[in-house]
């Protein structure tokens, strides 16, 4: 398909009902966008406006910063309109495989407040493959003993499209001694067979030419071809015959190279060496060997169930004269819990304030394992005893959360281990840790080493001498826990108090403002005033205060 029909088919929307945003300290959404694209759109094509669909409006785009956290970028969240853009080629084929339904799971996620959304794109598959074969020509011998009605098993072409995009049926050329049958496997795979209509004489035509055609479903549907060349050979007697016509055989993913997988067996009535039999492949792909004189068929390389799940083979029984026989070998590979989960943090948290609620998301954690199956399911925990729990969102994927309340002053950081567990037999699990930080909030309030001071000042002291020292304490950490002193009350007016006492701001050192002279008062026998010292708050409208009272006799009586 061209890139300009490419770009006219827009990715198709279902539309998700979607509930307005949560704050911050919400659970994330569990509700899905879900869109449809074909595959192979160009770059920059838009899928969907998924800051629309979120229910996010253009104004808030610049502080949301939208985005897909994803390891694989095929996706891109524009910044200016929020539309989901497609930012590399797709090839479902290269994503997928042969996979009947291909889904990528994404995660969307927005910050002020931090959220993120489940989004799923379905590719579709376009009819972008022709059928191939292998060879651009293969040979046939057939006897000219041969009856009518004989069938012969014909190389198969690979189409990498799937559903009706993929391989449909096969056509021959014209030729009035054979003719075509289409044939299907169990698993729904077509396949060709070649039948003899009529008898064959050598001396007439000793060589036929004939063109194999696969077609596939696409429309207009794509096709491919390769020359079948028939020899016809002197009568031989009898042809071998194989003791099945399909052999099955399951075998597990970590056999070790060099293993026997099975042994096919053919037997010809003939004597001499028209009885004896030769065995080969008609493709052999390198991944099995076959003996020629045994028939036994051995694993060449490693297996991989997460790459090929099954292998059909085509062997082929010649004996002396030239007549053949055909058998399939049909390999299933059995999966092995051999992938350990793969454990993944997005939008961590780089700082957590100490006073952040219970059920505050910190983090999302996606977990992959390779394997199928039971072998490919996982659990997730956390080790050890922390102020943080799991929580989980869809497949595979979690929430890191808070789930008590946090202090600083008492632990500062946590290192947070986390490990993911399939459910193989035996399991394999994998661990992954990150340090979290909790920080400091003015959550103390300074406290004074004594409620009250009693200080004695002679009645000559000189003026600018300190009197008195006072003390408070913070445990918060920075500016939150630095103290300073002033004085807020006294039983003397503010501007009296002043000319003659202050107090060091930074050290809380309490100095005499003029020289000291006793007074007695007919009302007051040793008067002296009541000051009040506090820690004036640090930062306006958060900052805590502590209070003591400081008593100072010596100051003359009229005070």
Do not use: W
């Amino acid at each position: 398909m061209g890139s300009g029909a490419v770009q006219r088919r827009r990715a198709e929307r279902r539309p998700v009902l979607f509930p307005l945003l949560l704050s911050l300290f919400s659970p994330a959404l569990s509700e899905q966008i879900r869109y449809r694209m074909p595959e192979e759109m160009p770059t920059g094509s838009v899928v969907g406006n998924l800051a629309k669909d979120l229910g996010f409006s253009v104004q808030e785009l610049p502080a949301r910063k939208l985005r897909i956290g994803s390891e694989k970028p095929y996706f891109t969240v524009s910044a200016e309109s929020g539309e989901l853009l497609v930012s590399s080629r797709l090839d479902r084929e290269r994503v997928c495989g042969k996979r009947p339904a291909c889904v990528l799971e994404l995660e969307a996620v927005a910050e002020d407040p931090l959220n993120f959304y489940h989004v799923s794109v379905e590719i579709e598959d376009i009819n972008d493959h022709s059928p191939e074969f292998t060879h651009i020509s293969f040979e046939l011998q057939i006897s000219e003993s041969a009856q009518p009605g004989t069938r012969f098993i014909l190389e198969v072409a690979e189409d990498a499209d799937i559903g009706l995009n993929s391989l449909q049926n096969y056509k021959l050329s014209p030729n009035p001694s054979f003719s075509l049958i289409n044939k299907e496997k169990q698993d729904g795979s077509k396949y060709p067979e070649l039948v003899l209509d009529k008898t064959l004489d050598r001396e007439q035509q000793s060589y036929h030419r004939l063109v194999l055609t696969a077609l596939d479903g696409g429309n207009p549907p794509l096709s491919g071809t390769t020359e079948l060349r028939i020899q016809v050979t002197d009568a031989n007697d009898n042809s071998p015959v194989f003791s099945q016509e399909v052999y099955r055989v399951s075998v597990p993913e970590n056999m070790a190279p060099g293993t026997s997988v099975l042994q096919v067996s053919a037997t010809d009535q003939d004597e001499g060496v028209n009885s004896e039999i030769t065995y080969s492949f008609q493709r052999t792909g390198q991944v099995f060997s076959l003996n020629s004189k045994s028939g036994e068929i051995i694993l060449q390389k490693t297996l991989d169930f997460e790459e090929i799940k099954e292998y059909s083979l085509v062997v082929e029984g010649r004996d002396g004269g030239g007549l053949v026989a055909q058998c399939t070998v049909d390999i299933s590979i059995q999966d092995e819990n051999d992938n350990s989960p793969e454990i993944t943090f997005h939008s961590l948290l780089e700082m957590i304030l100490e006073n952040t609620v219970p059920g505050t998301l910190i983090a999302l954690i996606k977990i992959h394992d390779q394997d199928s199956g039971g072998n490919g399911e996982v659990n997730c925990q956390l080790e050890g005893k922390v102020p943080f729990k799991i929580i989980s969102s869809s497949k595979n994927s979690y929430k890191l959360v808070t789930d008590s309340n946090l202090d600083h002053e008492l632990t500062p950081e946590y290192n947070v281990t986390i490990t993911a567990t399939d459910r193989g037999k035996p399991p394999l699990s994998s661990s992954k840790s990150v340090t979290l930080y909790i920080a400091d909030v003015n959550d103390n309030a300074p406290v004074f080493n004594q409620l009250s001071y009693l200080v004695y000042v002679a009645e000559n002291n000189p003026s600018g001498v300190s009197i008195a020292q006072v003390s408070a304490s913070d445990p918060d950490l920075g500016p939150n826990g630095q103290v300073s002193y002033s004085i807020v009350a006294s039983d003397l007016e503010p501007r009296t108090l002043l000319s003659y006492v202050s107090v060091s701001a930074q050290s809380g050192v309490v100095f005499a403002q003029r020289d000291s002279e006793r007074r007695c008062s007919p009302t007051k026998k040793n008067s002296a005033p009541d000051l009040h010292l506090r820690k004036p708050p640090y930062i306006p409208q958060t900052g805590f205060q502590a209070a003591t009272r400081f008593h100072s006799t010596g100051i003359p009586a009229f005070l």
